[in-house]
């Protein structure tokens, strides 16, 4: 078999076993209403501080795909997972009870993307057989981390994104399941740095690290978008994901209206004022976990290609005057008969 | 073949293939003095803050793992990195020029041993052929974020570690090579805690990770501690190594006398008022790849446990009064003639 480098097709079948997503109120009252396992009402969901909420979202993501999976955490071989708190916070003290081997990731907002491709090596590799991919991020959490207190009500401007409330949990297994749906193949991100210095407009960051990573997908599997039913990025939002489609025109694979991102699916642009979209981890995460894998399991897409990116900086490195580097992870599922 | 969770007995010889470190010049001036690829002298390094310091020091240890092992950037499938900076950012901008595919990872200390368990995976799947491990810390970047501001002089209690201003990076390869040393398994720890909430005795909160893993790798191995030359956990100290021999004897696992750690390696006890030893990411990695790598290729060690363990705290988790849960990841290596 001849490598290319960091891209994987599996050589086994990797089953989707369940997959299940949470969410805030203003997620769940936008474009995918109806779409979530459940909703937090509140910004603290009957905890202390947001750091713990966004753990009992992430917590409870877990356990309703394992619910919906059918296994216990005793059958789950090892999680894969992350989230863009400091110190990973909200995975490191939502999973801490589980009891199940922990492989903990940073990937920032590409987190669902690369949490479910290592999952897959290590399902490949034929060393665990079932494993959970999770991720979550929290507006209010996230706001006092990376801007400013809520209470200072910072303006945000047009090209900013609006940090998701909300979590996504997917079971994979090399045992056959009945959603039919199948992690075939999927590319680990190059870190991309175009210059982007604005920590308001995320999108641009990340863009050039998305067109790297879905060219290389193409590039190195012969295809076009044409080939796939949906290209969809994790939240570039609309600024991002219009530099996106122009880097592919010049990059020779334009993406011909197959393509589509998390952070602008989330939320309802007219009515929601989240201005560019969504963001975080969480936000890829639950789009993936409430409507996407239901489409495939539903036969109305057949091919997915779900590219996530991760803005790679800090606080620390913006007031150092550093560019965003981005990385962009990508998980291709495919719907069997 | 029967699984066993979350324990990872490698099918194909994973062959460590070059190894780097470097270090400030405390920790070359202690008992490792000499056995450093480089010594980065003062706290800056010639960059403009303590965060790019630390980036320049994990990439140079990547360029000399690399170069030692005779290998270029363009030969390296996927680098597994991470440090415990908010957001990874010694990782994040220390790789950005590489080109190789990314895979960002979060085990706080742990995270030499999880970088190597992940490659080893990943290595051992087919999917890859040629990989590189890294983690860093540096004592001035780490201060700042989780203690105090340097110039407070804040006072350490005696259970305190030290972060050690250090990196170390390891090339990974299916392909033979002359070190003969090899990968033969790895453990993937559980997150334990064990209700420690002192945040200057990160020794006492990680030691029953480092029991439960090890514990684990001897019940399912069918060995005990008298099989191996040397069991090294990451950085315990000597607060945490004590509390670390008591636990296993108290498993029915004595360590007798098999046991050393990195922290307690890195530093003189007597002449360099490190408290009770050294700690971060890049301890542990520095002194398994200036020392015990090195003690593995000269066959004075044939066989050699390596438990990195990390603390999933942040400062938030510890201002809102929550316990510190660790993780302890398990890499076996192999010296063969």
């Known amino acids: 078999m001849k490598l290319k480098r960091g891209i994987f097709h599996f050589n086994k079948d990797i089953f989707v076993s369940g997959f299940a997503a949470v969410a805030g109120e203003k ?4 474009p995918l209403r109806g779409k979530f396992d459940e909703i937090f009402k509140g910004k603290l969901f009957g905890e202390k501080s947001y750091e713990k909420a966004e753990s009992k979202m992430q917590s409870f993501a877990v356990k309703k795909a394992m619910e919906k999976a059918d296994v ?5 071989d090892a999680i894969f997972a992350g989230d863009i708190l400091n110190q990973c916070i909200s995975t490191n003290y939502g999973l801490r009870e589980l009891n199940i081997p922990f492989l903990g990731l940073y990937g920032a907002c590409s987190t669902m993307a690369e949490s479910i491709l290592m999952a897959c090596i290590f399902l490949d590799s034929g060393h665990v057989k079932t494993t959970i991919s999770v991720t979550s991020s929290h507006f209010c959490a996230a706001e006092r981390q990376f801007r400013f207190p809520l209470e200072y009500g910072g303006q945000r401007p047009l090209t900013s994104q609006w940090t998701a409330t909300a979590a996504g949990a997917l079971v994979l297994k090399t045992a056959k399941t009945s959603s039919n749906i199948i992690v075939r193949a999927a590319v680990a991100g190059k870190i991309v740095d175009y210059g982007v210095k604005d920590i308001n407009n995320m999108g641009a960051a990340m863009a050039p690290a998305a067109a790297d990573t879905i060219e290389r997908f193409f590039k190195e599997t012969n295809t076009l978008s044409t080939d796939y039913d949906l290209i969809l990025t994790g939240d570039l939002g609309a600024v991002g994901s219009m530099l ?6 010049k990059k020779g694979y334009p993406l011909k209206g197959r393509h589509n991102d998390c952070g602008i699916m989330l939320y309802d642009k007219a009515e929601q004022d989240v201005h560019s979209g969504g963001s975080g981890p969480g936000c890829s995460a639950a789009v993936l976990c409430a409507d996407i894998l ?3 399991k539903n036969k109305q897409l057949r091919k997915v290609i779900f590219v996530a990116t991760g803005a790679l900086m800090s606080i620390i490195t913006n007031q150092q005057g550093e560019t965003i580097p981005s990385v962009a992870h990508l998980v291709y599922f495919e719907k069997m008969d």
Chains 1, 2 share one sequence.
């Not at 997620?27 to 936008?30: H, K, L, Q, T, V």
């Not at 216990?72 to 789950?76: D, F, H, I, P, S």
């Not at 996106?244 to 025109?249: A, E, G, T, V, Y």
């Open 27 to 30: 997620e769940a009252a936008g």
């Open 72 to 76: 216990t955490a005793k059958e789950v």
């Open 294 to 296: 239901e489409q495939l």
């Open 244 to 249: 996106l489609r122009d880097l592919m025109d």
